[in-house]
């Protein structure tokens, strides 16, 4: 299974952007899927999380309200909608995704995906 990450690049502050994610083998079979992000010096932080079934979905403090993860599976394809961007959000965006269910808590463990895309850099400046 491979991930590739796509739709990054420079905005300006107030601005939206939308990532995506395909996978090779497509995401039916995810049962969890998340975005994470890292700068340069940071550890890897988790953005959002979306688990299958119920539907669960949890967001970093950060973006809560701002950002938004959903699915289409029939594309083969992961979104990370994000909304009134700021420089704080510059950063590598990277997909993950586990075929099992995750429980609540550690769904935005990074430790618990199987699966990465390779990265793309989303860049919030005037």
């Known amino acids: 299974v491979q991930l590739q990450a796509s739709g990054g690049g420079w905005v300006q502050p107030g601005d939206s952007l939308r990532l995506s994610c395909t996978a090779s083998?497509?995401?039916?079979?995810?049962?969890?899927i998340a975005w994470f992000r890292q700068t340069p010096g940071k550890e890897r932080e988790g953005v959002s999380c979306l688990r299958r079934g119920d539907n669960f979905k949890a967001y970093g403090g950060s973006v809560k309200g701002r950002f938004t993860i959903s699915r289409d599976d029939a594309k083969n394809t992961m979104y990370l909608q994000m909304n009134s961007v700021n420089p704080d959000d510059t950063a590598v965006y990277y997909c993950?995704?586990?075929?099992?269910?995750?429980?609540?808590?550690?769904?935005?463990?990074?430790?618990?995906?199987?699966?990465w895309g390779q990265g793309t850099q989303v860049t919030v400046s005037s």
């Open positions: 993950a995704a586990r075929y099992g269910r995750i429980i609540t808590g550690r769904c935005l463990d990074q430790s618990v995906y199987e699966f």
């Open positions: 083998g497509g995401t039916s079979n995810f049962g969890t």
